[in-house]
């Protein structure tokens, strides 16, 4: 052993000793702190019943723009689009439609199911049917008849109103042209009217 | 020449809910007049209005209801008190009804006649002009 190896040298042997070990710990904690990655739910499965999908074929989100024969434009969406079984028209569900009229008034309409009969003239909306037109008119009923061909809305059972004006409540309602001017269409609440007004404005408690 | 008469002997609240009933209501969408048809029966507390036909003023914000324009044959009834003309306008806010057209007006067993009506029903009073004849059964009511 040479004379005492001077500093420099000393130095570089712990060196050679201290940085192998300080680089293996790195290595081991590299390890220690990386995610687990759990192999089994590295696919999530779609949860749709394959069978039912193909059992009756349906689309899905289907979109039919119109405009009637008075120029009204009819818009309607749907969540799905079945086609009926031996020509029973096409039925649907989760439908919004929207009624542009010629004289710049909107008809928004929102319903649980519906029915394309298959003249496809005519549609059927059931399941809870709500409208809102831009005067501020809001109907609830249970179902109405639209035509495809001309604007005809009608409805089949009792609707409830909130109304500008107060809560009206009728047993049926059909909104169609006005006969008189071409451009007006005329919303008519049949059988048993009952509208009830709060002075002052604030909507009365039904 | 003007008769003055007490209506009714009752202020009338206005601020009470109208209800009114009829076998049809149009409400055309454009402009949104509504129009009630078919033995209209309007209602307001005490008093009660019924007509062939009702049409429905808004006031300028279109929330509310400026003034009910009854035609076609109106009678209106208040306690004990009746009055028959062709046609009535009635202003809710300001609680006045005019009735227009051979007006005729019931007051127990008294009876009074004209052309116009006027029926404030805030402080329950009426004014009767234009060729007003009345029937009085002396000591009567």
Same mark, same amino acid.
């Given at each position: @052993?040479?004379?005492?190896?001077?500093?420099?040298?000393? @130095?570089?042997?712990?060196?050679?000793?201290?940085?192998?070990? *300080? *680089?293996?710990?790195?290595?081991?904690?590299?390890?220690?702190?990386?995610?687990?990655?759990?192999?089994?739910?590295?696919?999530?499965?779609?949860?749709?019943?394959?069978?039912?999908?193909?059992?009756?074929?349906? @689309?899905?989100?289907?979109?039919?723009?119109?405009? #009637?024969?008075?120029?009204?434009?009819?818009?309607?969406? *749907?969540?799905?689009?079945?086609?009926?079984?031996?020509?029973?028209?096409?039925?649907?569900?989760?439908?919004?439609?929207?009624?542009?009229?010629?004289?710049?008034?909107?008809?928004?309409?929102?319903?649980?199911?519906?029915?394309?009969?298959?003249?496809?003239?005519?549609?059927?909306?059931?399941?809870?049917?709500?409208?809102?037109?831009?005067?501020?008119?809001?109907?609830?009923?249970?179902?109405? #008849?639209?035509?495809?061909?001309?604007?005809?809305?009608?409805? #089949?059972?009792?609707?409830?109103?909130?109304?500008? @004006?107060?809560?009206?409540? *009728?047993?049926?309602?059909?909104?169609?042209?006005?006969?008189?001017?071409?451009?007006?269409?005329?919303?008519?609440?049949?059988?048993?009217?009952?509208?009830?007004?709060?002075?002052?404005?604030?909507?009365?408690?039904? | 020449?003007?008769?003055?008469?007490?209506? /009714?002997?009752?202020?009338?609240?206005?601020?009470?809910?109208?209800?009114?009933?009829?076998? +049809?209501?149009?409400?055309?969408?454009?402009?949104?007049?509504?129009?009630?048809?078919?033995?209209?029966?309007?209602?307001?507390?005490?008093?009660?209005? +019924?007509?062939?036909?009702?049409?429905?003023?808004?006031?300028?914000?279109?929330?509310?209801?400026?003034?009910?324009? $009854? +035609?076609?044959?109106?009678?209106?009834?208040?306690? $004990?008190? $009746?009055?028959?003309?062709?046609?009535?306008?009635?202003?809710?806010?300001?609680?006045?009804?005019?009735?227009?057209?051979?007006?005729?007006?019931?007051?127990?067993? +008294?009876?009074?006649?004209?052309?116009?009506?006027?029926?404030?029903?805030?402080? /329950?009073?009426?004014?009767?002009?234009?060729?007003?004849?009345?029937?009085?059964?002396?000591?009567?009511?």
């Amino acid at each position: @052993m040479p004379a005492r190896p001077d500093r420099h040298s000393r @130095m570089i042997g712990w060196l050679k000793v201290l940085l192998p070990l *300080a *680089a293996l710990t790195l290595l081991a904690t590299l390890f220690l702190f990386s995610d687990r990655i759990d192999p089994s739910d590295a696919i999530p499965y779609a949860k749709v019943d394959v069978e039912d999908l193909a059992k009756d074929p349906r @689309m899905s989100a289907p979109d039919y723009a119109g405009t #009637t024969a008075d120029g009204a434009g009819i818009t309607l969406s *749907a969540q799905s689009l079945r086609d009926g079984a031996d020509g029973a028209g096409t039925s649907a569900e989760a439908i919004s439609a929207l009624i542009e009229t010629p004289d710049g008034q909107r008809i928004d309409i929102s319903a649980a199911l519906a029915n394309v009969d298959p003249s496809g003239k005519e549609l059927r909306l059931d399941g809870g049917v709500s409208l809102a037109t831009q005067a501020g008119y809001q109907l609830q009923t249970e179902a109405i #008849t639209a035509d495809l061909e001309q604007t005809n809305l009608a409805s #089949t059972a009792p609707v409830t109103v909130t109304a500008p @004006m107060g809560d009206i409540r *009728a047993d049926s309602f059909s909104l169609t042209q006005d006969p008189l001017n071409k451009g007006a269409y005329l919303l008519v609440f049949n059988g048993g009217v009952r509208l009830l007004y709060q002075p002052g404005g604030q909507s009365p408690s039904p | 020449q003007e008769a003055k008469i007490a209506f /009714g002997g009752l202020a009338q609240d206005t601020s009470l809910p109208v209800e009114v009933q009829a076998d +049809s209501l149009s409400v055309n969408n454009a402009d949104g007049t509504a129009i009630f048809a078919g033995n209209v029966l309007v209602g307001q507390g005490e008093m009660k209005l +019924s007509a062939a036909s009702v049409k429905v003023e808004y006031a300028t914000d279109g929330k509310a209801i400026a003034r009910l324009h $009854a +035609s076609g044959g109106v009678t209106i009834a208040n306690l $004990a008190d $009746a009055a028959e003309a062709q046609e009535a306008v009635y202003t809710i806010d300001s609680g006045t009804i005019v009735l227009t057209g051979d007006v005729l007006l019931t007051q127990g067993p +008294s009876a009074l006649s004209g052309q116009k009506l006027t029926i404030n029903l805030k402080d /329950g009073t009426g004014v009767m002009e234009g060729r007003v004849s009345t029937v009085f059964v002396p000591g009567g009511n």
